[in-house]
């Protein structure tokens, strides 16, 4: 009896793994080039712009493309091509070399945050972060949250430097400025169906999808002005520290229009290490504005070369730095 209940129990989970498995990248067996492409199809339909003629046409494609392939690297480039229609611009299919030299460009290329102080005024520069290493990421947002932390008490003044953030992961960029953040909702991710997603500031880092990007318990130092600095390189993940700052009291932006990738993309891994980053949400701000992937206007337009004088300047006309 025992015996029977135990095959019960295994053939369930042999047609559980092969039923949903393919959505989590679980396989029993390696997938034919139409599971395969099923499997992305599936995802893609989530896009931002996975709807309409121009959609069906790019479906249709891929599905043809894996009907007559030899192998799943046959189905790439409709896939690639599919991929930018789904999610729009800012959506971007990887072959699985492509993906491994990506990451490892990224964590070749890993610089930590900076932060300094002169007259009062800290400088926090919050550069991109692509990495896929853990490690990197908590680095990444400890290097933040630390310098803010120990530069807190000699600063009247904050700027926070985005300018050639093209983006990448925005969990360490926000949790390492989260003391500069009033702990809730910072902004929200929006589908095309209309489904929200709050990304939450708290006192231990940030919050999204009930996944926690933490540093560790900060004293909050808002209350003293900040200035953001922004260019045309400010992109994706830049822009959301750009967003969350947006609408508070006490603060201001410098520079130029951002990139216009206000908008979050979803990440799907294959079968064959091929990575899907596909937008799926737009981001809506504090005030309930739909930046949809618009360039985000600074509040005082200046070169971006100029953007660190002029908000010193402003700074200082808030009693900050030197008049």
Not at 72 to 83: F, M, S, Y
Not at 225 to 241: C, H, K, N, R
Not at 310 to 317: D, E, N, P, T, V
């Amino acid at each position: 009896m025992i015996g029977c209940v135990v095959a019960v129990v295994i053939a369930a989970g042999v047609w559980a793994v092969g039923t949903y498995g393919p959505a989590f990248n679980v396989y029993l067996t390696p997938p034919s080039p139409r599971t395969y492409a099923d499997v992305a199809l599936r995802h893609l339909d989530a896009g931002l712009r996975a709807s309409g003629p121009q959609w069906d046409d790019a479906r249709a494609e891929v599905t043809r493309a894996a009907r007559d392939a030899d192998s799943l690297a046959d189905v790439h480039d409709a896939l690639r091509a599919a991929t930018r229609v789904a999610g729009g611009p800012h959506s971007v299919f990887l072959t699985p070399q492509e993906a491994r030299d990506l990451d490892g460009q990224a964590t070749q290329e890993f610089r930590e945050p900076t932060v300094t102080t002169a007259d009062g005024v800290t400088t926090v520069t919050v550069p991109a972060f692509g990495s896929a290493s853990s490690d990197l990421r908590d680095r990444y947002a400890r290097a933040a949250a630390d310098g803010i932390a120990a530069a807190a008490p000699g600063t009247c003044g904050w700027v926070v430097d985005l300018r050639g953030n093209t983006g990448g992961d925005m969990h360490p960029m926000l949790a390492g400025v989260s003391a500069l953040l009033p702990d809730g909702t910072a902004f929200e991710l929006v589908e095309r169906d209309g489904r929200a997603m709050a990304v939450t500031i708290r006192s231990d880092g940030v919050e999204l999808a009930g996944h926690v990007t933490s540093v560790g318990s900060r004293a909050k130092v808002t209350g003293a002005p900040v200035a953001v600095l922004q260019d045309g390189l400010t992109g994706s993940s830049g822009e959301a520290v750009l967003t969350a700052f947006r609408g508070l009291d006490g603060v201001e932006s410098f520079g130029e229009p951002s990139y216009g990738y206000t908008s979050g993309n979803a990440s799907y891994s294959l079968y064959d290490g091929a990575l899907m980053l596909v937008t799926v949400h737009t981001y809506v701000d504090r005030d309930g504005t739909d930046l949809g992937e618009r360039p985000v206007e600074a509040d005082h337009a200046v070169p971006a070369d100029d953007a660190d004088e002029a908000a010193r300047s402003w700074l200082a006309q808030q009693g900050c730095g030197p008049g």
